[in-house]
Each structure stands twice: as C-alpha cells, then as structure tokens.
C-alpha cells in the first residue's frame, strides 16, 4: 500500500501515519504501508478563509499530486490533500465570527471524500491581524504560543486550546471521517 500526502508538515504527516495505524487492522489486514510525503500546491491563497476554499486546497493538492503520477507505473493507492483555515459567519448580533478547521480530501484515484475536523473560535485580536494585515496565520500565531514555527508542532489549534487539541489532532479526526466511506464500505457504497 502506497499513501502520498500533499505535504511536507511533520503534523499533517503524523497525522496520516496515525489514521492508518489506527483503520489497518479493519481495513488493510496489516498490509504494509509506504508513506510518501510531496509538496503539493493548494492553488488557492495562502490563508483560505472559507469553507469553500478550504475544501478546494485540500481537493487542488490531490489533484496535483494525481498529476505528478499519472505516468508512474508504481501510483499510490491514496492520495492525500490537507488544507487548515478560517471560515467565518455574522451573528444574529451582526458580529463577525471566525472559526479555525481543518479539511482533507483522499482519493483512491476513483473515488474522492473530504473529511473536516472540529471548528474552533478563533480570537477576535487574530482574526483582525489575518483579515486586516493579509497575513498568514501561521506567521501570526508565533507571537501566541510558547514556541517559534508552531505550524510544525501543536499549530493554532494548540495555541487556542493550551495543548489540549492540536494540528495533529485536528488533521486526524478529518482524515477519519474522510477515510470512512473507504474503510466502512458496506454503508457507503450502494
């Protein structure tokens, strides 16, 4: 079994080896698995801010990945898209609110299902230096956490959550739902 993942972030990895750790025993009956980690381009910006292009980077970074296969002899069994972000929403009290979330899309090179995880409140004073200064949440949440790059480690999720949810976290609850059609097939497939 082959897996490509659409990124070279250790937490988006982790997260990939954790889920098949966690769904081989039900679903590959301890095949071995290979893990290939690839940049691979979103083609949206840099800091999505919608659920929309959240879904896209995710979905875009499979289909660059398929691409960069679609000569090889050896072509993954999975292929792998991992996008984080905001998405917003106005209150009835007409106050604007933010949400951090992660998103993934796998395809098996036919069939393709996004998984996303847990939305988390993103703080107003953040939510203003990514809206207003246009710059990546990543380079802002450094001054948060305890930590310089901590897009490598527990990301703004960690920071949001003191520890208690992280990336990782976050990346592998949605692969699991996006996972499920594959690994829970009598349900989903008619």
């Not at 896209?56 to 292929?79: C, M, T």
């Amino acid at each position: 079994m082959k897996i490509v993942i659409g990124s070279l972030r250790q937490p988006k990895i982790e997260a990939v080896k954790n889920v098949f750790a966690k769904i081989q025993k039900v679903f590959l009956q301890d095949e071995p698995v290979k893990f290939l980690a690839r940049e691979s381009e979103s083609n949206i910006s840099a800091m999505p801010l919608s659920i929309k292009q959240l879904m896209n980077g995710a979905y875009n970074r499979v289909q660059n990945l398929k691409e960069e296969f679609i000569h090889s002899p050896d072509k993954p069994d999975f292929y792998v898209g991992l996008e984080g972000g905001f998405f917003g929403e106005v209150s009835s009290e007409q106050k604007r609110r933010y949400f951090l979330q992660s998103w993934v899309f796998v395809n098996d090179g036919e069939r393709g299902y996004f998984g996303a995880s847990g939305a988390a409140p993103v703080p107003e004073r953040i939510v203003n230096e990514v809206l207003e200064g246009k710059n990546e949440l990543g380079d802002i949440i450094d001054k948060y956490g305890t930590e310089s790059s901590i897009r490598d480690k527990d990301g703004a999720f960690g920071v949001f959550t003191q520890g208690l949810i992280t990336r990782q976290d976050s990346f592998e609850f949605a692969l699991l739902s996006a996972f499920a059609p594959f690994f829970n097939q009598a349900l989903y497939v008619s």
